[in-house]
Structures are given as C-alpha cells and as structure tokens.
Nanobody, 115 residues
Framework: QELFVESGGGLVQPGGSLRLTCAASGTIFTYKPMDWYRQAPGKERELVAGIDNGGVTNYADSVKGRFSISRDPAKKTVYLQMNNLKPEDTAVYYC?????????WGQGTQVTVSS
C-alpha cells in the first residue's frame, strides 16, 4: 500500500525551527514531484513548498527565505526545514504528490508557533 506519513511537528516559540519529515512507502515517490501543504483553522489548504525529481524547488511567498524543502530518494523521504517560525505558520502540515492525489492525504503533523 502506498502512503505518506508526516512527522516532526510540535509547539515552538516564534523565531524557532522545526524539521518536518514525510516518509513514503511504495514507488510513486520515485517519479512524482512532491509538495508540502498546510491548513490553518478556518482556512483553505495551501501549497507551501514543492520539489521535483531534479531537485528544483518552489515556495509560497509567505515562506521564502525561511523554509527549505529537500528529498532523499534512497530513504523515500521529503523534508521541510522551517526556520524563523511565525505564529501565522501555525497549521497542520501535509505532504502529497504534485498534483495532489486524494488517497494520499494523511493525518498531517501539527505545527503550533506560540509564546
């Protein structure tokens, strides 16, 4: 069964850092671009960052210069390094393919930025 499992979230103070991990099973990871998304309470899910098979990355304007996405094909893992976190980064973070596939929306990992 192919699925993605997100981890690494938590409670952090403004200005702090977290690294999220998306562990993939199956083979789809090896040939699909991968994205990180987030959904804050009462808001639509939004694209945060993406990376293709060649390592080309893209970011939402709100996180440019603070977040960094990377992937490790050998480990079938995608990472999201988040620095200088702000309260507005509070959300549940998800990984998925690009474009996203419904069957891969998992539980996500909660990130809370608060003092």
């Amino acid at each position: 069964q192919e699925l993605f499992v997100e981890s690494g979230g938590g409670l952090v103070q403004p200005g702090g850092s977290l690294r999220l991990t998306c562990a993939a099973s199956g083979t789809i990871f090896t040939y699909k671009p991968m994205d990180w998304y987030r959904q804050a309470p009462g808001k639509e899910r939004e694209l945060v960052a993406g990376i293709d098979n060649g390592g080309v990355t893209n970011y939402a304007d709100s996180v440019k210069g603070r977040f960094s996405i990377s992937r490790d094909p050998a480990k079938k893992t995608v990472y999201l390094q988040m620095n200088n976190l702000k309260p507005e980064d509070t959300a549940v973070y998800y990984c998925n393919t690009n474009p996203p596939l419904q069957r891969f929306w998992g539980q996500g990992t909660q990130v809370t930025v608060s003092s």
